[in-house]
């Protein structure tokens, strides 16, 4: 009797399950800060403190919207434009100076000022962000640029008596256009990473 071919060895499902990306691999930053943010904190800086805070974060998803056409005979479905999935929510940890508050609601003072209610040109407060996936050995593995990148909303930070053993946290919400993949496998990529 020939014997199956679905393998139900526990050593072949241990070393699949080895391959499998570990969530918490992973690297969030903005290397374009807008230029009044960047005159108040070192770029470099920021990126190691944030990376600390950033207690979560997504690698977006992508739609192609379609039309139903028919012509003759079934309906057919047409393509005609990429959907992205929303905005790129945060979750980040406060640290002790309210740097990360600061920051986003610096670089929203950017956009809409606070005094005057006058709009920014988008030049000024647009720029990019990559998302970078990475292996046990810390290399790079997936990575994707988002790109003109700009804070929505700035969420709110609870406080209270009882809350004495816990690590404050805010949501962020960062609104974006499209994102490329710039880096992947390129025996399994075969997109335009660019």
């Not at 209610?117 to 790079?140: F, G, M, S, T």
């Not at 990575?143 to 700009?150: G, H, K, R």
């Not at 406080?159 to 974006?176: C, W, Y």
Request: with cysteine.
């Amino acid at each position: 009797m020939p014997k199956p071919t679905a393998s139900t060895n526990y050593n072949d499902v241990i070393s699949k399950a080895g391959r499998l990306y570990q969530p918490t691999r992973f690297e969030f930053y903005i290397p374009e800060l807008p230029l009044l943010i960047h005159r108040s904190l070192g770029a470099n800086e920021f990126r190691r403190d944030f990376q600390f805070s950033l207690e979560n974060v997504f690698f977006p998803g992508r739609n192609i919207s379609s039309e139903p056409i028919k012509i003759a005979g079934p309906v057919d479905e047409i393509p005609y434009e990429a959907t992205y999935s929303g905005d790129l929510d945060m979750t980040v940890r406060v640290s002790g100076d309210f740097k990360e508050k600061n920051v986003f609601e610096t670089w929203q003072d950017i956009i809409i000022n606070q005094r005057t209610q006058n709009l920014n040109y988008p030049d000024n407060y647009r720029c990019r962000a990559i998302i970078e996936a990475l292996n046990l050995q810390n290399e790079k593995i997936y990575e994707i640029a988002l790109t003109e990148v700009w804070p929505k909303s700035v969420g709110r930070i609870s406080v209270g008596q009882g809350l004495f053993n816990s690590v404050a946290t805010m949501q962020i919400q960062l609104a974006f256009r499209r994102y490329y993949v710039t880096y992947a496998d390129d025996t399994r990529y075969i997109g335009d990473p660019i």
